[in-house]
T-cell receptor
Framework: KNEVEQSPQNLTAQEGEFITINCSYSVGISALHWLQQHPGGGIVSLFMLSSGKKKHGRLIATINIQEKHSSLHITASHPRDSAVYICAVVRGQLTFGSGTQLTVLP | DTAVSQTPKYLVTQMGNDKSIKCEQNLGHDTMYWYKQDSKKFLKIMFS???????INETVPNRFSPKSPDKAHLNLHINSLELGDSAVYFC?????????????FGPGTRLTVL
């Protein structure tokens, strides 16, 4: 079993929908990252969290340390949000989830 | 201005060869990383390095070695390439400490071993 589990693996949504991607982990961590990998392959860091909640534009990330769970929310989704979203936990080194492929249809 | 750059973007080579991938960051960051993304798109850290400490993922074969001529560069040398080394390799950097600050990624180098 991977230390970091993401769900769902694949997600298709209609433009405008509210989207939630989940990340659960099984070990104690010092921080958690959410990354976005574009269809062209480039990787962008979206958030780094150690507690609570962060917001950037239409993106919101939350983390519950006690429950070992984080969520990434996208409000008013748009086709340009289509990408792979990757969760990574920090426990010394970074350990990555397998990613969630999001497709937003117009 | 490119924050983290890698060269080459594509690298095709024969089994058994030795190759290098270069990485440079102009962000003034203290820590640099190498990651491998396999054919299933799964990312795995290979190394993290600052001017004080090299942390090696214990699963990385010793055919892989990072070389840092200065704080802005972390190159990846691979000896005796194998078919299983085919992957996309990403370099990244962060302001401080392994994983505890936001990371900036290079565009990736797609390595194909024939």
């Amino acid at each position: 079993k991977n230390e970091v589990e993401q769900s769902p693996q694949n997600l298709t949504a209609q433009e405008g929908e509210f989207i939630t991607i989940n990340c659960s982990y099984s070990v104690g961590i010092s921080a958690l990252h959410w990354l976005q990998q574009h269809p062209g392959g480039g990787i962008v860091s979206l958030f780094m969290l150690s507690s609570g909640k962060k917001k950037h534009g239409r993106l919101i990330a939350t983390i519950n340390i006690q429950e070992k769970h984080s969520s990434l929310h996208i409000t008013a989704s748009h086709p340009r949000d289509s990408a792979v979203y990757i969760c990574a936990v920090v426990r010394g080194q970074l350990t990555f989830g397998s990613g969630t492929q999001l497709t937003v249809l117009p | 201005d490119t924050a983290v750059s890698q060269t080459p973007k594509y690298l095709v080579t024969q089994m058994g060869n030795d190759k290098s991938i270069k990485c440079e960051q102009n962000l003034g960051h203290d820590t640099m990383y190498w990651y491998k993304q396999d054919s299933k798109k799964f990312l795995k850290i290979m190394f993290s390095y600052n001017n004080k400490e090299l942390i090696i993922n214990e699963t990385v074969p010793n055919r892989f070695s990072p070389k840092s001529p200065d704080k802005a560069h972390l190159n990846l040398h691979i000896n005796s390439l194998e078919l299983g080394d085919s992957a996309v390799y990403f370099c990244a950097s962060s302001q401080a400490g392994t994983g505890i600050s936001v990371q900036f990624f290079g565009p990736g180098t797609r390595l194909t071993v024939l």
